[in-house]
């Protein structure tokens, strides 16, 4: 069984449009994180929720909005796609906020934005 | 905010020839953890380190942390095509975000 599962896993768009990327994990983590990976696979990170809570926001353009109806799930729903949001959109899970050990990293989210 | 800085962005080397990543960041970090991504893939966890001073070991590779906890090196011992990939660190100071350094590409001349 995928730990740490993304969909879809690759999306392409055109400029304006509203998408949202899924993630689910099935470790019984408490916190779950949204990274995003650019062509220089340079891999930083967007957001963190622990236990449904956000813990950290990124300095990310308001038109990113993660949602974390329970704690196996953090999506991500951007509004207005422009260009540069083209990446790979990682979903993450470590056991706790405190601890933040291991991250399990889901499959990556292929987006362009045309 | 916090650096880490990783170097070289690039490696190029033939198979069977050793591989070194180092890591830098400008704070005393909490811990230290390695990843890899293989072409294509996604973060994978390879280890985590804790101690000043500390040095482990996973078959060819072997991992070392500063004493002053402020620098990683990440070393591989005859390099062989399945270490392809880029490898990072990532480096978390008290109970704050991880932040990875920007990641050194290894690629392998068979």
């Known amino acids: 069984d995928t730990a740490v599962s993304q969909t879809p896993k690759y999306l392409v768009t055109q400029m304006g449009n509203d998408k949202s990327i899924k993630c689910e994990q099935n470790?019984?983590?408490?916190?779950m994180y949204w990274y995003k990976q650019d062509s220089k696979k340079f891999l930083k990170i967007m957001f963190s929720?622990?236990?449904?809570?956000?813990?950290i926001n990124e300095t990310v353009p308001n038109r990113f909005s993660p949602k974390s109806p329970d704690k196996a799930h953090l999506n991500l729903h951007i509004n207005s796609l422009e260009l540069g949001d083209s990446a790979v959109y990682f979903c993450?899970?470590?056991?706790?906020?405190?601890?933040?050990?291991?991250?399990?990293f889901g499959p990556g989210t292929r987006l362009l934005v045309l | 905010g916090q650096q880490v800085m990783q170097i070289p962005q690039y490696q190029h080397v033939q198979e069977g020839e050793d591989f070194t990543t180092y890591c830098n960041s400008s704070t005393t970090l909490s811990n230290i953890q390695w990843y890899k991504q293989r072409p294509g893939g996604h973060p994978v966890f390879l280890i985590q380190?804790?101690?000043?001073?500390e040095v482990k070991k996973q078959k060819r590779l072997t991992f070392q942390f500063g004493e002053a906890k402020k620098n990683s090196s990440l070393h591989i011992t005859a390099t062989q095509t399945t270490d392809v990939g880029t490898y990072f660190c990532a480096g978390l100071r008290g109970a704050q975000k991880l932040v990875f350094g920007q990641g050194t590409r290894l690629t392998i001349n068979p």
């Open positions: 993450a899970s470590s056991q706790d906020w405190a601890q933040q050990e291991t991250q399990y």
């Open positions: 470790l019984g983590h408490d916190t």
């Open positions: 929720y622990n236990n449904k809570e956000l813990i």
């Open positions: 380190l804790v101690k000043s001073g």
